[in-house]
C-alpha cells in the first residue's frame, strides 16, 4: 500500500503519524468495516503521480510516476508488487525502483490492522559536470498500520515502516505514510498519499485504482 495534508514544516515526522493514526481510529470508532471500502483485500491495479519535496537538500523538486498491483491470496493475505520511476532536475538525478510483497491483515470490524514485508531493489544515476555516476542496490522493508472505512467507499490509512539497504554501510530509513482511498464505483477509485521519509522529505502521491 504503497497518502493528508500537511505542510512541510520541520515538526517530528513520528509524531505527526502517530497524531494522524489516532485521528484514523477515532473516526472509525463509530463505523462498520465495508467490503466496497479501502485498498486491502482488494483486487486492482494502480497508477500514480507523485512529486518529491527534498527538505535536507538545496535541490528541485523530484516528479515520478507508480504502478502497482494487488491481489488476493487469501481473505486476509495480500500479494502486492510495483515499480516507480523518479527524476530531479538538477544533476539529472534518476532513481527508479521495483518492489514485492505481502500484506497480512486482520479485521476488527470498524477498522483493520495489517502487516507487511516486501523486498525490492533501487537503480540510481546522476549527471555531474559531464560525468554520469550510478549505483544499484536491494531493500527489504516491513511495516505495520490501520485502515479505516469512514464510508461505504471510503477509507483513511496510516503506515510506519522500516526499510534496510542490503549493503549495510547505506543504513536504513523510516517511512510515515498517511492518506485515503474512495471507490467511485465498483471498478474506478482514487487515492491521496503523504509520505515522509524520516525528516530527509516528503512525497504527495495521487494516484487512479482500476478493480478487476
Known sequence: MQGVFIPLMKTNPAFISAALLGCV???SSTGLAQSNAG?????YVGLSLFTESLRDRNISNGNGGMAGLNVPLTPFLD????GSFESFRDYSVKDNRAFAGLTAYHDFNAFKAFADASIGGSWQSSKVNGITYSDHDGIYGVGVGLEAPFTDRSALFGRLALNQYFQRDRGHYWTYAVGASHWFNEKLGASFTVTFFESSSVTFALGANVRF
Not at 485498498?39 to 483486487?43: A, C, D, E, N, S
Not at 500479494?79 to 510495483?82: D, K, M, Y
Open 79 to 82: 500479494f502486492g508488487a510495483s
Open 25 to 27: 481510529v477515532a473516526s
Open 39 to 43: 485498498l486491502l483485500g482488494q483486487r
